[in-house]
């Protein structure tokens, strides 16, 4: 090969790193905002006695779940609500562990 296709594809490889790098960054979610939001579904931090996390489930305890707007929870992504007294368990997948450590530094 000479040196101009190496400068070439070179390039090419610039470029597609950049685009993997500006993918990664897009695709890579805000956890302080996404417990912000997550706070105000749950009805505020003062509606909230205790959060654990188990796994892939945030397991909240309230004051009042009838506040709770779970339609909002869902929409961010939560994939199952179980619903027990006052007690919330909200599955969330592999995302759950780095979500309540941003919530306990809300409360």
């Known amino acids: ?56 489930r945030l397991k909240v305890l309230l004051k009042d779940v009838s506040i709770v707007d779970k339609d909002g929870i869902t929409k961010m992504g939560a994939k199952g609500i179980v619903e027990i007294d006052n007690q919330l368990k909200i599955i969330f997948g592999p995302d759950a562990k780095k979500l309540k450590r941003y919530v306990d530094e809300l409360l």
């Open 1 to 56: 090969m000479n040196p101009e296709e190496w400068l070439i594809y070179g390039i090419i490889i610039i470029v597609l790193i950049l685009i993997s790098l500006v993918v990664k960054k897009l695709m890579k979610k805000d956890f302080g905002q996404y417990a912000n939001k997550l706070l105000v579904c749950l009805g505020g931090k003062e509606n909230i006695l205790n959060a654990e996390c188990n796994m892939s």
